[in-house]
């Protein structure tokens, strides 16, 4: 075990190094999920239910995580409902004080991190050597935080060579697609109160994190100072544990940049296939599925190397051309109107509105 | 061809048939199948478990057989409806049958993957016969459920016979804005009980000594329940649908204004009737043998002839009795009197001003509610 330097650099600098890592990567999250909202609002108006499954997965995330919160603090549990529209969760006993801070910060943060942490969880089955926790060279804020990059780095190469290789004829592998589907589909915080709210962006959710936090500094402080004190505790016990914690965190948080990011290839995938006329639309689909099983099966007669990843790059491949020349070649029927609408919009001084001409 | 079913003065409000995903469960268990030949097929020959199932030939077939039954004995249990099982051992049995008929003992796992397909596509096939077999119609009277493959089945319901409305709606249902209605009407039809019973027994002991322990629960539990061609089963859209079928129920039940209304007509049909037996004895000194114009109007024509003569007769004799004025004559008079006082005071109690605006108001918060 390498000595300890007394410096403010090692006491101090070393232990925050690891927390502005999850932060920074928590924010990274923020902006993705932001980024998916933005896209699924593009889609509300053809894809109503597709909306509403993403919103429902959600809110389910984030009522098991408020429920959580009631059974950490032993509130109890006296309702509990999941709806489309909202989540209701009721605790047996109204406590108040740092039990009600508690559950209400599962509320807040629960949705960030428990259902990417459940992904975690299942990847270790899959990848499991991906999970190397890379120790800090020195005790100082870049060691610490190279420890951290470290670690995330090992985890992120291990992860996109599962993906690169995944092999879609194993239910273990498909299954672990349709999770990471699944929880990147919903690794959001809702709106859960019963009345209809119109723009729910990321300005909002930080906004009540900070009214949340705001609200009492003194248990900010206190947490500060566990957290101070585990970080001594473990520098003279081992110095990787406190590295580890929060490795996990920014883990969960790269994870969910993961789900999110193939995510998008689903709603963009939805989003081409709106462009194109209604009877070809599922063709894509076919495409999607049926290419893959015929290159897998093309390869079981003549093997080579990379099977897998051959075979998924065919798929991608074979996809994007198909949806393309779907697009430039079957497109779907326009809105046709005698005038130009952007003359009409412009001419009544409403740009964003489109409106019928009466004259 | 849905007008021939209709009454005189009925019309259609809605035609209605289920959602293509109202029936998931039914083809969940395609799902399933079709799941696990692909897993079992998967297992034999890919997975890192291939070496086990190439010891024997049958292992495959034996695992896939076991937790297809397992699994059918589950959903049974779940579903509290035996027929899951039944419908697995029927595949399990089929497959075995196939294979010693055509001799496929070679490579099972791919028979297995190929048998599967096929029984989950014909199983998604007849789940979609089942659905589209359902036909619900909903007019400005009644609701007529129709259904069956082989077996048509109807029903009428009436909207005045109406009950209680049982209405659910899935997560499945919610996202896809489908769900069921289930009206139950006055005599109890729409309504069922859920039965369970579960049991276990361990046999302990030797030769000499034997325990057999045995435990079981069952409960019932009545609950608003239907086939699916005695309800609206996933019908789309849902809140719509739900809205007409309470609004057009509401539209049956008589108000409080209609019923007071009800029995004012009664007491005055009383009144009347009391007036007429009395003037009957007034005129012939005996109460008329039919009350009622209707019930006289379906005697025998020559009935008829003959009271009409009696009226006749009693018209011309009625001024000389009356001339007499016998002390009867003074007790019906009285009466009379007092049947009159009666119909003045029995007034029709007509709805005020405000109770009217009340009602109004309550079906419109009933409306912002929905």
Redesign the interface.
Known sequence: MATIPLDIDSFIGAALAPILGVVAFWFLQLCFIELQKRMLSKLRHRHEAFCRFTNFIGILFQTICHALGYAVTRSGIAAFQITVNYGKVEPKKEKTGVFEWISRSFLLFGPFFIPAGLVLLFSYVVIGNGFVFSPSAQYTFVGSLTGFGGSLFTFTNAFVRFLATIDLFNPLHVGFLFVILFFGLGIRPSYIVEGRKEKIDMIYDLKHIKSHLVQKPLYIFAIIGIIYVFYLLSLFVNPQLYLAVFSVLGLISLTAVIALLLTYLVIILIRATDEIHAHWKVVPFITLIGSYVLARVFFIYYPMKQVETVSLLVMIGSTVIITILLIKYKRTNRFKTATKMKHVRVADGKKSTSKKRTD | MEKKVLLKNEQIERLLSPHPLSFMKLQALSIFVI?WG??VW?LTK??AYTNIFAGNIWYPLILWGLVLLLVGVVASLVAIQWSIFFLYLGVFAGGIGLIFWQHWENDISLFLLVYSIAVSIGGFLIVELYRRSHKYIITNLRIIFKGGVLTKRERTVRYDKIADIDAKQG?LG????FGTIIPVSQSGFGLGSDKSFAAGGVEVGTKRARFFGFAGGGKELQTPIARSYYELHGVYPYKDVKQLVEDVVQSHVPTQYHKEQIEFQKQQVDIQKQMRDLLHKQVRGKPRRKTVKQTREEEDPEDKEEIEEEEETSMNAAPDKEEAFPPEQVDIQQQMKELLKKQKTVRIAEPKIEEIDEEDESQGDEKEIA
């Open positions: 799941v692909i897993v998967w890919f997975s997560i919610q996202i896809f804005g």
